[in-house]
């Protein structure tokens, strides 16, 4: 350690404390993007439910009419 001149310590915490800020940074991001995606993806769910529950009333009434079908 005491071969390495002073200033190559500061190119080296500089480096560091570059990486550390642009991992931060990237993290921060994808958490971001993250929150959209799912906030996406639970509106994409709430129309399938919405739309799968019509179905589901649809079917209900075929459902009775072939019931009351005499044979």
Request: net charge negative; glycine share 6%.
């Amino acid at each position: 350690m005491e071969y390495i001149p002073w200033f190559v310590w500061i190119v080296i915490a500089a480096i560091i404390a570059g990486t550390i800020v642009t991992v931060s940074t990237s993290r921060g991001t994808g958490r971001n993007e993250l929150a959209q995606a799912l906030k996406q993806n639970a509106e994409a769910n709430e129309k399938l439910v919405a739309r799968l529950d019509g179905m589901d009333l649809r079917l209900t009434s075929v459902e009775k009419t072939l019931n009351e079908i005499p044979e």
